[in-house]
């Protein structure tokens, strides 16, 4: 059973210390690692933490020998009552730089709060000194933790911000516009060839509902089976596999709708805009995200789509 604070002798709150300061700095050693690749300069700083961390241990541990001896009994955290429970997500990559600063930020003021009420809890002069000292080390810690943004420079802040974009772009955009263009073009000749085929708005929706259902299955899995993201930074597989699952089966929706409306000729010049739209929407994104030109992005997006969709009635036609 945990132990209560105020039930711990001058030894235990040593040894917990000890371990405080080893988890914490093994946390920052975490937290550098994580971010080191994306985030360079904040590792760098995480580093620097978990380095003065250290020399507390160290501190502590000298301490501990001068006053008990060489034996330190093993009490951990969770050993004790009062403190949160922390959730490994530094073992998470890849790490989400606002979390990682709000976590720091809330490891110094509980480590803090321990030194403050230890002190009233001691006697012993010498490790009263020590853990005022060390009190005050993680007060300042603190603060920092608090501010790790505002010590960031403009210029690393841009790098920092071109990393999170680039892996936005990787994570997110990606496979997000692969699905958007599979489900927006694949799903044009299906839908068309229906819908001339049968003249019925119907037939024409149900097909397209089909398709594009369909083509967002097929693409969620062929996207989270193609790599885990280890070697390729592409993060996790299911998330990647949800986004193209679900921008597939959103782009053939998106012209299969029109086809709701009992008018054919109605349903049939509202799939053409809502087609039109949606070819300018990838081109756009192309644009913006890939750096491809806008208008070389437009002809090569548009030419894709003219092909299916001309294709389509040809079949549906015929």
Do not use: C
């Not at 978990?50 to 969770?78: C, D, K, M």
């Not at 002190?119 to 002069?125: E, F, H, L, R």
Request: glycine fraction near 8%; charged fraction near 25%.
């Amino acid at each position: 059973m945990a132990r209560k604070f105020k039930d711990l002798t001058e030894r235990e709150i040593l040894a917990v210390a000890i371990g405080l300061e080893e988890e914490d700095g093994r946390v920052y050693a975490d937290f550098a690692d994580g971010l080191r690749e994306t985030y360079p300069a904040t590792a760098k700083l995480f580093e620097d933490m978990q380095q003065e961390e250290s020399e507390h241990r160290a501190s502590l541990i000298e301490t501990y020998r001068a006053r008990f001896g060489e034996h330190i009994p093993l009490l951990r955290r969770e050993d004790v009552k009062g403190f949160v429970q922390r959730r490994p997500f530094w073992l998470t990559r890849p790490l989400k730089i606002a979390e990682v600063r709000k976590q720091a930020e809330m490891m110094e003021v509980e480590t803090t709060r321990f030194y403050e009420r230890a002190i009233q809890q001691v006697t012993d002069a010498g490790i009263r000194k020590l853990l005022g000292d060390l009190a005050e080390s993680e007060r300042k810690h603190a603060v920092a933790a608090e501010a790790l943004q505002e010590n960031i420079t403009p210029d690393i802040k841009k790098t920092e911000e071109e990393a999170q974009r680039r892996l936005f772009v990787l994570q997110i955009v990606q496979p997000g516009l692969a699905g958007l263009m599979d489900g927006s073009v694949s799903t044009l000749a299906p839908v068309f060839a229906a819908a001339f085929a049968t003249k019925s708005s119907h037939d024409a929706f149900v097909v397209g509902l089909a398709a594009s259902i369909g083509a967002g299955i097929s693409m969620a899995f062929a996207e989270a089976l193609s790599d885990d993201g280890s070697l390729t930074g592409r993060g996790r597989p299911l998330l990647r596999g949800a986004v193209t699952g679900l921008m597939t089966a959103a782009g053939g929706i998106g012209h299969t709708l029109p086809f709701l409306l009992q008018d054919f000729h109605a349903a049939f010049v509202a799939a053409v805009i809502i087609v039109a739209i949606e070819l300018a929407a990838i081109a756009w994104i192309r644009n913006r995200y890939m750096d491809t030109p806008l208008l070389s992005a437009a002809f090569q997006v548009v030419v894709g789509g003219v092909l299916v969709f001309i294709t389509g009635i040809w079949i549906g036609s015929s």
